[in-house]
């Protein structure tokens, strides 16, 4: 069973560019979340989405958006890139949105401003 | 508002030693799940084991188990025999669920290093 697959797996952008990011989850899991982590930050959660639609959404702003396609798949674009947004981006899978369902991390993609 | 501390950002280990994470958490809430992940340099989070809040036995997964302390709002993480794969960034996470939403709240991190 494929695990979580994040692309591209490094990103290197310019101040003021836009980025999308994409990850699909484990076959059969609907819910999709996104986090940042930096070193200064640690993780912080972004977004969730299930069934295509935004079910949570974290204190970052307006610049951060995603969105789920009918086949969980989800993207998450940053527009007008800065310097401060260089982090691992994460994203977790679960079945659903139960409590009990388990959470799977992607390896992430590095994305680096400059 | 939720939050997660890990008070050690670096530890070690001797290989085949005993260690233990500590990570305090603040919440209001009575129902929760409490985890913790492994990064290792692949980056990859993995889970290591978790704790549901109203469980009071304390989880354990092998050589991993915790220590609970729902009253004092602390979650540490015993690793026994440690070996060399055990070095990684071990991370504190708190989750709570509202109406079928849910979102991880993660602690700053504690670096590992199994020492040969």
């Known amino acids: 069973k494929a695990g979580v697959t994040q692309t591209p797996r490094y990103l290197i952008k310019t101040r003021g560019q836009q980025v999308t990011l994409s990850c699909s989850p484990i076959?059969?899991?609907?819910?999709v979340s996104w986090y940042q982590q930096t070193p200064g930050q640690g993780l912080q959660f972004l977004f969730e989405?299930?069934?295509?639609?935004?079910?949570n959404k974290g204190n970052f702003p307006g610049r951060f958006s995603g969105r789920q396609f009918s086949n969980s798949r989800s993207e998450m674009n940053v527009s007008t890139l800065e310097l401060g947004d260089s982090a691992l981006y994460l994203c977790?899978?679960?079945?659903?949105?139960?409590?009990?369902?388990?959470?799977?991390f992607g390896q992430g993609t590095r994305l680096t401003v400059v | 508002a939720q939050t997660v501390t890990q008070s050690q950002p670096e530890m070690s280990v001797q290989e085949a030693e005993t260690v233990t994470l500590s990570c305090t958490y603040d919440?209001?809430?009575?129902?929760?799940?409490l985890f913790w992940y492994k990064q290792p340099p692949s980056r990859q989070m993995i889970l290591v084991i978790r704790q549901e809040a109203y469980k009071q036995q304390n989880a354990t997964e092998n050589r991993f188990s915790v220590n609970f302390q729902k009253a004092a709002k602390s979650f540490s993480l015993k690793i026994s025999d440690s070996q060399l794969g055990d070095t990684a960034m071990y991370f504190c996470?708190?989750?709570?669920?509202?109406?079928?939403?849910?979102?991880?709240?993660f602690g700053t991190g504690t670096r590992l290093k199994v020492l040969a």
């Open positions: 989405y299930f069934s295509e639609t935004q079910r």
């Open positions: 977790a899978s679960r079945r659903n949105t139960g409590i009990k369902a388990e959470a799977f």
């Open positions: 919440t209001s809430e009575n129902n929760y799940y």
């Open positions: 996470a708190f989750m709570k669920t509202t109406s079928g939403t849910y979102k991880y709240i």
């Open positions: 076959s059969g899991h609907r819910s």
